[in-house]
């Protein structure tokens, strides 16, 4: 528990520090839950975080290089990945991307109200949550 407690900070400010683009142009924001290494699969952790999309949010095009899984908490998302198609998303539903995709859509569907989901990602240890695509 120590451990865990000694790296929440670290995480905290690494997450904010990539989401903050995201939150100041698109109204997104990054709440970080778990940071936990997989001593099965050595050089992976899995990463659990909350982001909440403001009415008419948004994120940038980008990718994760791992694999993500969605849950939706509140509201409803417009999810995609490159070559895919776009999927409407509400409470209760879900999306996987895997750590090849692109991820080039990602905004609330409502313009009037926020929506909320969680994001459960298994990805490289230490890797960041996201790359920016270009």
């Known amino acids: 528990m120590k451990r865990i407690l000694c790296v929440l900070?670290?995480?905290?400010?690494?997450?904010?520090?990539?989401?903050?683009?995201?939150?100041?142009?698109?109204?997104?924001?990054?709440?970080?839950?778990?940071?936990?290494?997989?001593?099965?699969?050595?050089?992976?952790?899995?990463?659990?975080?909350?982001?909440?999309?403001?009415?008419?949010?948004?994120?940038?095009?980008h990718r994760h290089d791992a694999h993500g899984f969605i849950y939706v908490l509140e509201g409803s998302i417009v999810m995609g990945v490159k070559g895919g198609k776009e999927v409407t998303l509400k409470a209760g539903q879900t999306f996987h991307e895997g750590p090849d995709d692109i991820h080039t859509v990602g905004r609330n569907a409502s313009k009037t109200r926020p929506a909320k989901f969680v994001v459960f990602l298994i990805k490289k240890q230490g890797a960041p949550i996201l790359t920016l695509e270009k």
Do not use: F, H, Q, W
């Open 9 to 61: 900070p670290v995480l905290a400010l690494s997450c904010l520090a990539m989401a903050r683009p995201a939150m100041a142009a698109n109204d997104v924001s990054v709440k970080p839950l778990l940071t936990e290494p997989l001593p099965e699969y050595p050089g992976k952790e899995v990463e659990m975080i909350v982001v909440e999309y403001g009415p008419g949010g948004a994120d940038p095009v």
